[in-house]
C-alpha cells in the first residue's frame, strides 16, 4: 500500500551549544524529555503542562499581583488557576512566591535561548464565571463554576502576534519560535469537534506564520494521522500517541531541525550513552572493571571536544 509522508522543508537550527525552551501539551513534554535524554540543555513548562493557546500566553502576560490573586486553596493544598495541578503548595505566600520564582526564571532563560518550542493541544477553555479568566486547569472543582467555549481564531491571533511582538521578541529578537500541535486526541466532545479545535490552532499558526518572522511550524499531528494512521501506534486509551509513535515523531524532528553536525555528535553521545546503561552482569569481573575504565575514558575524551554537553544517565 502507498504511503502519504508528510513533507517537511529542512530547517536545520538546532545544535549542543545553545539552549532550548518548551511550553505547552503534554507532547511539549515528550520532546523536551526527548532532547534532555539526548543531552541538550532544555527547560520546560514552568507551569506544569497546559493545553490552550490562552492558558499558555498567561506566563507571558500575568504579572505578580495576578499570579497571587489567581490562587486558591483546595482543603489543605494551595493551587493556582494559571497554572497545572502538579504545581501546588502548602503554605499561599511561599506557593505564590514559587510560582512568580517559575515564572521569572524562565523568563531569564529566554533571553539566551535560541528556540522556542510550542505546542498547541486544543482550542477549547474552561472560563471561571466567578472571576472571568481562562483557567490552565480546573483542578476537579464543580463543572458548574465554568463557562466552557471554543477559542475563535482571530482573537487566538491577536493575543499570540501581540506577545510575539511585544514580549517574546523584545525579550530576545534572534529567538526562533516552533509551534506544534499535539497528536493527541480530546475526544471529550467527540471527534468531529476536536477536529474543529485543532483545525483552529494549526490556521492560527499559519496566520502567524505569515505575518511574523522565524516561525515554523513541525507538523506532529499530521505526522501522527498520516504517516501513522494505525492503532499500533496509539496507547491503549486510543486517543495518546504510544513510545513508537513518539520516537518516530522525534526522529523526524531531528531529521528537519539538527544540523549535520548536531546529527554526528548525537550519534556519539548516544553511543557513548548506551555503555554507561548497560547492565553489567558481573561487575566486580576483571571484564567488567576493563570495560568501565574504557567507558569513562570515552566519555572523558567526547567531554573534552564538547564541553556544554553533560551527562544524562
Not at 511574523?212 to 492503532?231: C, G, K, S, V, W
Not at 539538527?258 to 569481573?285: A, C, V, W
Request: charged letters at 25%.
Amino acid at each position: 500500500m502507498k504511503k502519504t509522508p508528510v513533507h517537511i522543508n529542512p530547517s536545520p537550527c538546532i545544535d549542543y551549544q545553545s539552549d532550548y525552551l518548551f511550553l505547552g501539551s503534554c507532547f511539549s513534554e515528550n520532546i523536551s524529555e526527548k532532547m534532555h535524554n539526548e543531552g541538550f540543555k532544555v527547560f520546560s513548562n514552568p507551569f506544569g503542562v497546559l493545553f490552550n493557546p490562552t492558558s499558555i500566553a498567561h506566563l507571558f502576560i500575568k504579572n505578580n499581583d495576578e499570579l497571587r490573586a489567581s490562587s486558591f486553596n483546595r482543603g489543605d493544598v494551595f493551587l493556582s488557576w494559571f497554572a497545572n495541578s502538579t504545581c501546588f503548595g502548602y503554605e499561599r505566600d511561599v506557593f505564590v512566591q514559587r510560582l512568580i520564582q517559575l515564572r521569572e526564571e524562565f523568563l531569564e532563560r529566554l533571553k539566551t535561548s535560541k528556540i522556542l518550542c510550542i505546542t498547541f493541544g486544543t482550542s477549547w477553555v474552561y472560563e471561571k464565571k466567578d472571576i472571568q479568566e481562562v483557567v490552565g486547569n480546573c483542578h476537579k472543582i464543580n463543572q458548574n463554576e465554568f463557562n466552557r467555549k471554543m477559542l475563535s481564531i482571530d482573537e487566538m491571533l491577536i493575543l499570540w502576534k501581540n506577545i510575539l511582538e511585544q514580549k517574546i521578541y523584545s525579550i530576545n529578537k534572534n529567538i526562533e519560535i516552533i509551534f506544534t500541535v499535539s497528536p493527541v486526541r480530546h475526544v471529550k466532545d467527540g471527534l468531529i469537534e476536536n477536529t474543529r479545535s485543532k483545525g483552529r490552532l494549526i490556521e492560527l499558526i499559519s496566520k502567524l506564520k505569515e505575518q511574523l518572522p522565524q516561525i515554523h511550524y513541525f507538523p506532529a499531528y499530521e505526522i501522527m494521522l498520516d504517516e501513522l494512521r494505525d492503532y499500533a501506534y496509539y496507547d491503549r486509551d486510543g486517543l495518546h500517541p504510544n513510545e513508537l509513535a513518539v520516537d518516530i515523531i522525534w526522529d523526524r524532528f531531528k531529521e528537519n531541525y539538527f544540523t549535520e553536525d548536531t546529527k554526528k555528535i548525537n550519534q556519539d553521545y548516544l553511543r557513548i550513552k548506551g555503555l554507561f546503561t548497560h547492565r553489567l552482569q558481573h561487575p566486580e569481573s576483571k571484564e567488567s572493571i576493563n570495560f568501565i575504565e574504557q567507558r569513562n575514558q570515552k566519555w572523558k575524551d567526547f567531554q573534552e571536544k564538547h564541553l556544554t554537553i553533560k551527562p544524562s544517565w
